[in-house]
């Protein structure tokens, strides 16, 4: 299985508060697991990327927790902001292959 | 550092017309390139990717068609636009590692 499932498809959250979303993945020979942020009208960026060695990378505010069991791994984004207002998108790939992506998660942060 | 351009970064053609994309990566050789297709509000669909020059490997069956005359150069055409080809086209390069770097972009409306 070669499908990356990510929820919600939509997101509002209030400034100061936690955004998280969430992606689940059934081939277990996945080894790498980035997340990406688009802002309308660019292309994605790499916002932050873990492996399944570790259940857990911060960077900044951005955090990503990692489930090997559930097959799950999640971006938490504390402290929103206005500006973190973006499309977000998990992926996964393995071995240096081909990446799957989720099929994103529109985040709107409110003042 | 790496760079990547693509260019134009937005194209309005009409259908039946021929369609030229292109992509140069900056600072690096050897690199492994991609082109994806985004439609409006969706996800990511990886249409084409190359592992070096001259080497393509489709994903999705279409009319569309890619080609890499040179190390750092990525084509995407087409000899006939559908209107079903209108999306934001992004090309993406890797090297060595999992982590992909995505272009700014074109945007594409066939009319």
């Known amino acids: 299985q070669q499908q990356v499932k990510q929820s919600p498809q939509s997101l509002i959250v209030q400034k100061g508060g936690i955004s998280i979303i969430n992606c689940a993945y059934e081939?277990?020979?996945?080894?790498?697991f980035p997340w990406y942020q688009q802002f309308p009208g660019k292309g994605p960026a790499l916002l932050i990327a873990?492996?399944?060695?570790?259940s857990e990378k911060k960077e900044g505010r951005f955090t990503i927790s990692f489930n090997k069991s559930a097959k799950q791994f999640s971006l938490h984004i504390m402290d929103s902001q206005p500006g973190d207002s973006a499309t977000y998108f998990c992926?996964?790939?393995?071995?240096?292959?081909?990446?799957?992506f989720g099929t994103g998660t529109r985040l709107q942060v409110t003042l | 550092s790496q760079t990547i351009h693509q260019w134009p970064a937005t194209l309005v053609q009409p259908v039946g017309s021929p369609l030229s994309l292109e992509c140069t990566v900056e600072?690096?050789?050897?690199?492994?390139l991609y082109w994806y297709r985004q439609a409006a509000g969706r996800g990511l669909q990886l249409l084409f990717y190359?592992?070096?020059?001259?080497?393509i490997s489709s994903e999705v069956p279409q009319n569309l068609s890619a080609s890499r005359p040179q190390d750092r150069q990525f084509i995407l055409s087409s000899k006939k636009l559908l209107l079903s080809d209108s999306g934001f086209y992004l090309c993406?390069?890797?090297?060595?590692?999992?982590?992909?770097?995505f272009g700014p972009g074109t945007r594409l409306t066939v009319l």
């Open positions: 993406a390069w890797s090297i060595g590692r999992d982590e992909q770097f």
């Open positions: 081939n277990t020979a996945f080894d790498y």
């Open positions: 873990i492996r399944p060695d570790v």
């Open positions: 992926a996964a790939s393995r071995r240096r292959s081909k990446l799957t």
């Open positions: 600072g690096t050789s050897n690199p492994n």
């Open positions: 190359s592992v070096g020059i001259g080497q």
